[in-house]
């Protein structure tokens, strides 16, 4: 009864602003049931997103672990290819090397071959003053030819040599540049790479103008493909260079061996033709002794029949003398006797004989003059074998030891 006179007197008395208490109630209510879910809707917002980042930090560091790992096995890559090419570049620094001295070689053995070349065209030039029939196309002309003919073409050998050489060493500091290209280029990435993976937090981080991707960048195979190909161009430069030094080796000692043999070949041609020359002069020495004896028993022969000829004169005269005295005999005593036969018959052999003693004195002239002109041939054959001999023994043999050769 109270509550319904209280309610009633409220009602009396409040004014047309006021709310129910049950408005009020029922507003306190829905705000407290609202508070209550919002808070519980924050709770849960809260929870998702306490996972949410653990999530994140979670998936944050394994990514970050595994760009690492990734790194270091990028790094890896780039050491043993980096490995690789320092092990190909002292190699190709060595082959370098090592062809240059073979060049120098070359060039050396080259210059060595002028000398030679020279004494053997100047033995040429002393043989051409020999003279008459010695002037000959003999063996020592045809091997001292032949020396020349080998000098010239181990020249032209050792110039071409010389070129493919340097082409080849060109070739090797090209392929040489290439791989420390490649390994600055490389180093340069490792250095960027360590630095990438020593950035583990935002305190690491340093500032860099940002570099954007190039358009051209390649895929890992292809760097691979691309690093290979490099290295497989050097090993192809340095095994050609092997090649052409084995090749040098070679034509230096094939050289050297045929200048050996065609020198001694020459000598031993020079050394003959001087024995034969001496032989030869010898035997002329002994001919012109004969000659020169045969000369002295024809001029006795020719003096013994001039001798014979004065006694035939003389026998002549006393026949002629007898025939006169006879013929002052008395007219009746003048009789062709047999006497006077025998001295007619006298008088003609004395004829005969002065006329055959003549001739023979005639021929005997012409012989003498014969040899006399064939001493007067061999004496100067003589002086020109001398002459040869001295060109081949004192000219062309002196020279000979100055030719020296080396091997490179």
């Not at 029922?26 to 980042?53: F, G, H, P």
């Not at 780039?78 to 090397?97: C, P, R, S």
Request: aromatic share 4%; net charge neutral; hydrophobic share 35%.
């Amino acid at each position: 009864m109270d509550i319904q006179k209280n309610q009633c007197l409220c009602e009396k008395v409040k004014s047309s602003h006021m709310h129910s208490l049950r408005d009020w109630t029922c507003l306190n209510e829905i705000k407290y049931t609202d508070s209550v879910a919002a808070r519980q809707s924050a709770q849960m917002q809260e929870y998702t997103c306490d996972v949410i980042l653990k999530e994140i930090q979670a998936r944050t560091k394994w990514a970050m672990e595994d760009v690492d790992k990734k790194i270091e096995f990028r790094l890896n890559d780039i050491k043993f290819w980096m490995g690789e090419l320092t092990k190909l570049i002292k190699d190709n620094v060595e082959e370098t090397k090592a062809l240059e001295a073979c060049i120098v070689r070359l060039k050396n053995a080259l210059e060595a071959t002028k000398e030679p070349l020279c004494l053997a065209r100047k033995c040429i030039d002393i043989r051409e003053c020999r003279n008459g029939i010695d002037l000959v196309a003999d063996n020592v002309h045809y091997e001292l030819a032949k020396e020349i003919d080998i000098f010239c073409g181990i020249q032209q050998l050792l110039i071409r040599t010389i070129e493919q050489a340097e082409e080849q060493l060109r070739l090797n500091r090209k392929s040489a540049y290439n791989l420390r290209r490649d390994y600055e280029s490389k180093d340069t990435a490792k250095k960027q790479e360590e630095l990438a993976k020593a950035i583990s937090g935002y305190e690491n981080t340093i500032a860099l103008d940002k570099c954007c991707p190039q358009a051209n960048s390649i895929s890992p195979s292809e760097w691979v493909i691309s690093v290979k190909k490099n290295l497989q161009e050097g090993e192809r430069q340095i095994h050609n260079s092997l090649q052409l030094r084995g090749i040098i080796e070679n034509i230096l000692n094939q050289i050297y061996e045929d200048q050996i043999k065609q020198i001694e070949a020459t000598n031993r041609a020079i050394r003959k033709r001087i024995d034969e020359i001496r032989d030869a002069k010898h035997a002329i020495e002994e001919n012109i002794g004969s000659i020169m004896k045969q000369i002295l028993e024809i001029e006795e022969n020719i003096t013994k029949l001039k001798d014979a000829i004065c006694n035939i004169l003389k026998v002549a005269q006393i026949v002629e003398t007898k025939q006169n005295v006879r013929d002052c005999r008395p007219v009746n005593e003048r009789t062709k006797d047999a006497p006077y036969y025998r001295m007619l018959e006298q008088k003609n052999d004395l004829r005969n004989d002065l006329s055959i003693l003549h001739k023979k004195i005639h021929d005997s002239e012409v012989e003498l003059k014969s040899l006399r002109r064939r001493q007067l041939d061999l004496e100067e054959e003589i002086q020109l074998k001398s002459k040869t001999l001295h060109i081949e023994e004192v000219q062309v043999q002196s020279i000979r030891p100055s030719i020296l050769i080396q091997k490179f």
